[in-house]
């Protein structure tokens, strides 16, 4: 194996991973997957920390450079590999494709992530725990109707692919197929999650088709 190859340090139900997945999909770059099961605590490992000291995926290597944040390594990835461009040149749509992406990465996800949960389990119930996500997740959803509701196209902003797609599929997924939010509730969002079922490098990208999906999972 050549030693320039990039190598994904993932976990197949991380949506922070699935976006670099699908980042690294559209641009038609080949990578090694490289599993990190977050619910064995692979992530706290001296290892893994050596790659990235808060212990989160993904990871990106290429070459010399390791980069964590799938923010961080999507603006990378755009900028070493400019083939189907992740922002567009229009500096509003520009704005608002961060914008989204910001709202996901910042405002939603880092709320449901494991540790948070397992908090809520503790020291409030495991009953709290799916209030908790929907909440959360429903009003980041209704920020990101209004934002997306005067430049949608196709997709979130237009009617080619760009970042606030890569950023917002995975956590539609998580929404509509793990949390039960209403769909109905979120039209436009809910019109979007059905594009992204038609995209392959999207799909190629799910939870279910990881090297490290349980079997289990696949069904």
């Known amino acids: 194996m050549a030693s320039g190859r990039l190598k994904l340090y993932s976990y197949f139900k991380s949506s922070c991973s699935f976006r670099v997945r699908i980042a690294l999909n559209l641009k038609g770059l080949k990578y090694e997957y490289k599993a990190v099961n977050l619910s064995k605590g692979e992530q706290n490992s001296p290892e893994f920390l050596k790659l990235n000291p808060i212990g989160y995926v993904p990871v990106l290597v290429d070459g010399d450079i390791v980069l964590s944040d799938s923010l961080a390594i999507s603006l990378y990835l755009d900028e070493k590999y400019p083939q189907h461009p992740l922002l567009p040149s229009d500096l509003q749509r520009k704005a608002i494709n961060l914008q989204a992406a910001n709202i996901v990465s910042a405002s939603i996800q880092p709320l449901l992530n494991i540790g948070v949960l397992k908090y809520i389990a503790e020291k409030v119930g495991q009953d709290e725990q799916l209030p908790w996500v929907q909440s959360q997740i429903g009003k980041g959803f209704a920020a990101l109707e209004k934002l997306l509701k005067d430049c949608a196209g196709k997709y979130a902003t237009g009617d080619e692919v760009f970042l606030a797609d890569i950023f917002l599929a995975p956590q539609l997924h998580a929404a509509f197929n793990r949390f039960n939010l209403d769909k109905s509730e979120f039209p436009l969002l809910a019109r979007l999650h059905e594009e992204y079922s038609?995209?392959?490098?999207?799909?190629?990208?799910?939870?279910?088709?990881?090297?490290?999906?349980?079997?289990?999972?696949?069904?």
């Open 198 to 219: 038609q995209i392959p490098a999207f799909q190629d990208a799910m939870p279910e088709k990881q090297p490290d999906t349980p079997t289990q999972s696949t069904a």
